[in-house]
């Protein structure tokens, strides 16, 4: 049971560049989020969906996309790549989020030059 | 405006002591959850709690939800270096489904 893979580990972009982050996870989850980690900021939502076809967008959704296409997969583009955007970032699913909270990937270090 | 304060920021104790760690809010949460997350890796959920008032207990860890579902604390007793880590709060205030963090407490026990 691999439960929630996050691909690339890191990643260096340049100022204006997209990209896009993976998630995937095989738990049969609904809920599935995006989180970024700064430092003294703690984890902040970008976006989220309760189930696939389903998204919605969280504290700091700006210069980010999401689909969810299937259960099992919930990728973030980002579209134009700044600086602003060097973070660490989570993605998590769950079952049921209030009576089971959330399982997590490994995260991805990304910096933007 | 934080949803979820916690405090204290930081703390740094000696192996064997006792400490709690605060998670409070103006709002009302339909639950509380509390993560350890250590360097380089993704949180790792520790505990929910779902009623007013509910106490649950994880080996020397103790997790309290406030009465009014507004506050949550976590107790260590008799601290270990393992212990050290990044503590986090998290919820969903009345019945969002968006699950917000608090900026967490990074704990140090130092041997």
């Known amino acids: 049971n691999a439960g929630v893979t996050q691909t690339p580990k890191f990643q260096v972009l340049k100022t204006g560049q997209s990209m896009t982050l993976q998630c995937a996870q095989d738990?049969?989850?609904?809920?599935m989020s995006w989180y970024r980690q700064d430092p003294g900021m703690g984890l902040r939502l970008i976006h989220y969906s309760v189930g696939a076809g389903i998204t919605d967008q969280g504290e700091v959704p700006n210069g980010y996309n999401v689909s969810r296409s299937t259960t099992e997969d919930f990728p973030l583009r980002l579209l134009s790549a700044a600086p602003s955007q060097t973070s660490v970032y989570f993605c998590?699913?769950?079952?049921?989020?209030?009576?089971?909270?959330?399982?997590f990937g490994s995260g991805t270090r990304l910096t933007v030059v | 405006t934080q949803l979820l304060e916690q405090s204290p920021q930081f703390l740094s104790i000696q192996e064997g002591e006792n400490l709690t760690v605060y998670c409070n809010s103006s709002s009302v949460f339909s639950s509380l959850q509390w993560y350890r997350q250590e360097p380089g890796e993704g949180p790792v959920l520790l505990v929910t709690v779902v009623t007013g008032g509910e106490v649950k207990k994880l080996k020397r860890l103790t997790f309290q939800f406030g009465d009014a579902r507004k506050d949550s604390s976590l107790h260590i007793t008799a601290a270990q270096p393992g212990d050290t880590g990044l503590y986090l709060c998290a919820g969903a205030a009345g019945g969002s489904e968006k699950l917000v963090f608090g900026k967490g407490t990074k704990l140090t026990v130092n041997p």
């Open positions: 738990m049969n989850h609904e809920y």
């Open positions: 998590a699913s769950s079952y049921s989020m209030a009576d089971y909270g959330y399982t």
